[in-house]
C-alpha cells in the first residue's frame, strides 16, 4: 500500500485549531518537517516554546487526527521551538507561560549543534555535547558498554551524565548501583542521581522494575524530553543516551528530535553479519547524525581460567564491515564473565578494575569518542527519509 502523502497529512491537520489564532495549524503555518515511512507520520508543530504548556493538547489533537487517516499505522507530532523570523499570529502575543510540556522542545540546544539546529532541538543548556548509544537489537551489551564508556569519559577528566532513554528496559540504576528516586526541590526540575561522579537520570528511578510500562512512539519522546529538559544537569562535556535497543519508530522519533553530536553503535559480531548493525547506521544516517563508530562487543569468548581467547564467530569481520560501511571501527570488547558481574553487580569493570585490560579497552574507546565528539562542531541535523 503506497504510503500516504504529505497532502492528505495537512488536510487532516486542517481540523486542528491554533488556541490563539483560531485559525487552522495549517493556514498558521506551524506543521513542519513532515517525513513518512511505511505508514508511520512524524512531524513538528512550531510554536512559541514559552508557550509550550498551552499547545500539549494541539498536539495530541494533531496526533489523532493524522492517525485517523486510513493507512497511517503511527503518527507522532512534536512541538518545536518555530523558526526565527516566521511570524505566525497564533502564537504572538501575549499568554500564560507554560512549562515545558511532554513532547515539547526547550529551545536551548545543545552546544553541539550550534546554529539553526540548536534552536529547533530540546536539550538542556549547560550540556555540551549529546552521544547516543545504540544497538540494531537487545541484549547485545548497548547498556553495559554505555556505562563504562561513560565512565572511561569521566576517566578522562570530562564531566558526564547518563540519561538512560530505554525506558522498556532501563539498567542504569543497576549498572551504575544507584537506587533511590530523585528530589525535585521545587517540585518542577529533578536533581539527577549520582555515582562514580556521573549524574543519571532514568525511567527505573521513577517507575518501579515490576511495574509494566507500555510505551507508544510519543510518551518515549515525551519521557525523553523531560529528562533531558527538567533535570538539573549542570555543565557536562558529555551526556551519554543509552538508547533504546533497535531502530523503529522511537529510535527515529529521538534521533531526529536530540540535538546529537553523534552516534556510537553497539554489535556483536552475529549482528554485524546479520545486517542489524546496518540498519542502526542508516538510522542514523537518514537524520544526519555523525555515527562515531562500532563497537563489537562479545567479540571473543575468554576462558576465566586460563585466559585463552577463542574466537567463536572468526575475527575482524567488524573491522572490515566497518570500513566497508565508512565509518570508524572503535574497537573490541571480549565476552567475559568479569564484565558482566561488575556491570550487573553495580560496579562496571573500568570503575572496579580501571587497571584491568578491559578498562584499558574501554578507555581506549572513550579516547576516540572524545576526540571525535570535542574535535570538531557538527552540521545542523536536517531530516530525510526514503
Ligand atoms: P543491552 O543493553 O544491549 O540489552 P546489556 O548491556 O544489558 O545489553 O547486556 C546484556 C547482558 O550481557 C548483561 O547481563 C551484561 O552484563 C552482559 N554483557 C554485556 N557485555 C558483556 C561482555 N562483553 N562480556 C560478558 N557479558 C556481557
Same mark, same amino acid.
Given at each position: 500500500?503506497?504510503?500516504?502523502?504529505?497532502?492528505?497529512?495537512?488536510?487532516?491537520?486542517?481540523?486542528?485549531?491554533?488556541?490563539?489564532?483560531?485559525?487552522?495549524?495549517?493556514?498558521?503555518?506551524?506543521?513542519?518537517?513532515?517525513?513518512?515511512?511505511?505508514?508511520?507520520?512524524?512531524?513538528?508543530?512550531?510554536?512559541?516554546?514559552?508557550?509550550?504548556?498551552?499547545?500539549?493538547?494541539?498536539?495530541?489533537?494533531?496526533?489523532?487526527?493524522?492517525?485517523?487517516?486510513?493507512?497511517?499505522?503511527?503518527?507522532? &507530532?512534536?512541538?518545536?521551538?518555530?523558526?526565527?523570523?516566521? *511570524?505566525?499570529? /497564533? =502564537?504572538? %502575543? #501575549?499568554?500564560?507561560? !507554560?512549562? +515545558?510540556? &511532554?513532547?515539547?522542545?526547550?529551545?536551548?540546544?545543545?552546544? *553541539?549543534?550550534? /546554529? =539553526?539546529? %540548536? #534552536?529547533?532541538?530540546? !536539550?538542556? +543548556?549547560?550540556?555540551?555535547?549529546?552521544?547516543?548509544?545504540?544497538?540494531?537489537?537487545?541484549?547485545?551489551?548497548?547498556?553495559?558498554?554505555?556505562?563504562?564508556? +561513560?565512565?572511561?569519559?569521566?576517566?578522562?577528566?570530562?564531566?558526564?551524565?547518563?540519561?538512560?532513554?530505554?525506558?522498556?528496559?532501563?539498567?542504569?540504576?543497576?549498572?551504575?548501583?544507584?537506587?533511590?528516586?530523585?528530589?525535585?526541590?521545587?517540585?518542577?526540575?529533578?536533581?539527577?542521581?549520582?555515582?562514580?561522579?556521573?549524574?543519571?537520570?532514568?525511567?527505573?528511578?521513577?517507575?518501579?522494575?515490576?511495574?509494566?510500562?507500555?510505551?507508544?512512539?510519543?510518551?518515549?519522546?515525551?519521557?525523553?524530553?523531560?529528562?533531558?529538559?527538567?533535570?538539573?544537569?549542570?555543565?557536562?562535556?558529555?551526556?551519554?543516551?543509552?538508547?533504546?535497543?533497535?531502530?523503529?519508530?522511537?529510535?527515529?522519533?529521538?534521533?531526529?528530535?536530540?540535538?546529537?553530536?553523534?552516534?556510537?553503535?553497539?554489535?556483536?559480531?552475529?549482528?554485524?553479519?546479520?545486517?542489524?548493525?546496518?540498519?542502526?547506521?542508516?538510522?542514523?544516517?537518514?537524520?544526519?547524525?555523525?555515527?562515531?563508530?562500532?563497537?563489537?562487543?562479545?567479540?571473543?569468548?575468554?576462558?576465566?581460567?586460563?585466559?585463552?581467547?577463542?574466537?567463536?564467530?572468526?575475527?575482524?569481520?567488524?573491522?572490515?564491515?566497518?570500513?566497508?560501511?565508512?565509518?570508524?571501527?572503535?574497537?573490541?570488547?571480549?565476552?567475559?564473565?568479569?564484565?558482566?558481574?561488575?556491570?550487573?553487580?553495580?560496579?562496571?569493570?573500568?570503575?572496579?578494575?580501571?587497571?584491568?585490560?578491559?578498562?584499558?579497552?574501554?578507555?581506549?574507546?572513550?579516547?576516540?569518542?572524545?576526540?571525535?565528539?570535542?574535535?570538531?562542531?557538527?552540521?545542523?541535523?536536517?531530516?530525510?527519509?526514503?
Amino acid at each position: 500500500m503506497a504510503d500516504v502523502t504529505e497532502a492528505q497529512i495537512l488536510d487532516a491537520l486542517q481540523s486542528v485549531q491554533d488556541p490563539f489564532a483560531k485559525r487552522s495549524v495549517v493556514s498558521c503555518d506551524m506543521i513542519s518537517g513532515i517525513a513518512v515511512k511505511n505508514g508511520m507520520v512524524q512531524f513538528s508543530i512550531e510554536i512559541d516554546p514559552a508557550k509550550a504548556g498551552d499547545y500539549e493538547t494541539v498536539r495530541r489533537k494533531a496526533e489523532d487526527a493524522v492517525a485517523a487517516i486510513p493507512g497511517v499505522l503511527s503518527s507522532t &507530532a512534536v512541538l518545536t521551538a518555530e523558526s526565527k523570523g516566521k *511570524a505566525k499570529g /497564533g =502564537t504572538q %502575543g #501575549a499568554g500564560p507561560k !507554560g512549562g +515545558a510540556a &511532554a513532547g515539547s522542545q526547550n529551545p536551548q540546544g545543545a552546544g *553541539a549543534g550550534s /546554529g =539553526t539546529s %540548536g #534552536a529547533k532541538k530540546g !536539550g538542556a +543548556a549547560g550540556i555540551k555535547h549529546i552521544v547516543a548509544v545504540a544497538s540494531g537489537k537487545g541484549g547485545v551489551g548497548k547498556s553495559t558498554t554505555a556505562v563504562n564508556l +561513560a565512565l572511561g569519559l569521566k576517566a578522562l577528566g570530562l564531566k558526564i551524565g547518563m540519561l538512560d532513554a530505554d525506558v522498556y528496559g532501563p539498567s542504569q540504576p543497576r549498572m551504575l548501583g544507584v537506587s533511590g528516586r530523585p528530589e525535585s526541590p521545587d517540585g518542577k526540575i529533578l536533581k539527577p542521581m549520582e555515582n562514580y561522579g556521573i549524574k543519571a537520570m532514568s525511567m527505573g528511578f521513577l517507575v518501579s522494575e515490576d511495574q509494566p510500562v507500555v510505551w507508544r512512539g510519543p510518551m518515549v519522546m515525551g519521557a525523553l524530553q523531560q529528562m533531558l529538559a527538567d533535570v538539573d544537569w549542570g555543565d557536562l562535556d558529555i551526556l551519554i543516551v543509552d538508547m533504546p535497543p533497535g531502530t523503529g519508530d522511537a529510535q527515529l522519533t529521538i534521533s531526529q528530535n536530540t540535538p546529537l553530536s553523534g552516534a556510537v553503535i553497539v554489535s556483536t559480531p552475529q549482528d554485524i553479519a546479520l545486517l542489524d548493525a546496518r540498519k542502526g547506521l542508516n538510522m542514523f544516517r537518514k537524520v544526519d547524525v555523525p555515527v562515531l563508530g562500532i563497537i563489537e562487543n562479545m567479540s571473543m569468548y575468554v576462558c576465566p581460567n586460563c585466559g585463552h581467547e577463542a574466537h567463536v564467530f572468526g575475527h575482524g569481520g567488524a573491522k572490515r564491515e566497518a570500513e566497508k560501511l565508512g565509518t570508524p571501527f572503535l574497537g573490541e570488547i571480549p565476552l567475559d564473565i568479569l564484565i558482566r558481574e561488575t556491570s550487573d553487580g553495580g560496579r562496571p569493570v573500568v570503575v572496579s578494575e580501571p587497571d584491568g585490560p578491559h578498562a584499558k579497552a574501554y578507555l581506549a574507546i572513550a579516547e576516540q569518542v572524545r576526540d571525535s565528539v570535542l574535535g570538531g562542531a557538527r552540521q545542523a541535523p536536517k531530516i530525510s527519509m526514503e
